[in-house]
């Protein structure tokens, strides 16, 4: 198939996070896009020049507009819409089940049986999605030949080229970001290429679909290992009465002078009140499921255990100063600020707030839930704030970064705690203004 965008027709499967800013790109390129999604309510959104993603997306309204002017992409329900494509790209979610941590596939597997049933000879598929290593070999490639009754490689192409998007940043990071393609045979991975370089300025580097699938699974693990890392610091700098925020910046102080530039050395993430979003919490059980019964990996189910401890460790915080001050957390009126998983975001998939909430609920608290992009919790902070004893800081949005700390004494009640999960107050300041301040890895 020769890729040009003006006789290739693309067809989006699943209009998300990753389907919909991917679909508004290619046709911003000239492609006639065609987003197939099951709910109907987001395609009415979608045709009438709406977006299914809120929160701070720089550029995504703009190219709406762009592309809504062309014509060149409508959204359906209609999986015949298959019939037509030249390229179907799958973006739908892939998560993991809460008790075994094994792959959902549920969306994943109705999308692929759609789409075989529908697809056209010399078709290229490409999965987006984050998968676990074999899903390609095992799944995706069998369900497809059972569906359309042809034969990957012979009479259509299939690749995965994981999507590597953070929300929020959606549009520079599909744009900026080098990415990895997936694929069997040469014909393939020069079609993938050519279609991928209308939209990626990034590097694209091809390799098979297992390295492919181990690639995207494996960079989350490792970035929700380095947030354990982070974490477990935290504790200990607790337990020993230092500030793991000054030892952060001191490690990450160690470089040496590189030809150019000073070269960090080490780079120690964050540590904090837990681990959301639509990635790292699942991520890393995709890339550890693949290896089933041949290897029990330890780090990385470990990591996940002591991140997913850290909204629990925000509430014992919570319940010290109580005890520290000698006042009934029954009795109290606590504020949670911030229900999304990360500052600025309205994206709250697998917030870690949501465990903290399930704890405060075991109390007799009243319990409060502010957060400015969260459709439901976008109570104004001043009226949340009225009569708080404690506040819970989970998400750092900027709303909480300028908060002035003489209205918020004013505005709480005795005895006035500081439960900092972001490192968002300054512990100094909050102190002197005669609050509690319990920080993560800061008390
Ligand atoms: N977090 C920490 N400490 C850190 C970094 C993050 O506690 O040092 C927490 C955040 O508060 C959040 C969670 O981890 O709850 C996830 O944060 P994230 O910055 O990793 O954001 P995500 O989930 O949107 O991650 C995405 C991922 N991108 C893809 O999967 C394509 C991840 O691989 C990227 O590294 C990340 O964006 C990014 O850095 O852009």
Known sequence: MKISSKNTKIAICGLGYVGFPVALLFAEAGFEVIGVNRSGEKIKLINRGGSPIEGKEPGLKELIKKVRKSGLFTATTDETAYKDADIVIVAVETPVEDDTHEPAYRALKAALTSIGRNLRKDALVIIESTIAPGTMENIVKVILEQESGMEVGQDFMLANCPERLMPGHLLENIINY??????????????????????????????????AEIVKAGENAYRDVQIAFANEMALLCEAMGADVWQVRDLINECKRKGETRFEALRQMHYPGAGVGGHCLPKDSWLLVYGAKGLIEPQIIPLARKINNFMPKHVFDLLSESFKQANKDINKAKIVVLGYAYAGNSDDSRNTPTEALIKLLGETQATVVIQDPFVKEYKTSLDKSLKGAHAIILMADHDQYKNINYNKLKRLMKTPRIVIDGRNVFSKDKVLKAGFIYKGVGNI
């Open 178 to 211: 080098n990415r990895v393609i997936g694929a069997q045979d040469e014909k393939t991975t020069d079609t993938v290429k050519s279609l991928y370089k209308y939209i990626v300025k990034g590097k694209l580097d091809t390799t098979s679909w297992v390295t």
